[in-house]
Nanobody
């Protein structure tokens, strides 16, 4: 089992920045080659992948709407994955969740590729 806890969400003005963190416990990064992802879900919309990273941190994926603004990274020594969000827009408002894949060590894009989920953290961007 892997337990995931997100932090760092909040209210920010458009153009601002936030850094989300996802701390893992249980089957940690040093024991398993876990692919990690950040997803978001806005009210009335389907959950979508934001970014993903492979277990080494050498390969990443970003959805088109966040390319050039968001950066995903990981510190395996700290069992933590980060999402640096810059130049935030009102359309980035959503609940952001991190996820871990025990089956895929790559930067998987589909939510069905992930086995463990955090509870989510709210990000609200005001105009």
């Amino acid at each position: 089992q892997v337990q995931l806890v997100e932090s760092g969400g909040g209210l920010v003005q458009a153009g601002g920045s936030l850094r989300l963190s996802c701390a893992a416990s249980g089957r940690t990064f040093s024991s398993y080659a876990l692919g990690m992802g950040w997803f978001r879900q806005a009210p009335g919309k389907e959950r979508e992948v934001v970014a993903a990273i492979d277990w080494r941190g050498s390969s990443t994926y970003y959805t088109d709407s966040v390319k050039g603004r968001f950066i995903i990274s990981r510190d395996n020594a700290k069992n933590t994955v980060y999402l640096q969000m810059n130049s935030l827009k009102p359309e980035d408002t959503a609940v952001y969740s991190c996820a871990a894949s025990q089956r895929y060590s790559a930067a998987a894009r589909s939510p069905t590729s992930y086995d463990y989920w955090g509870q989510g953290t709210q990000v609200t961007v005001s105009s």
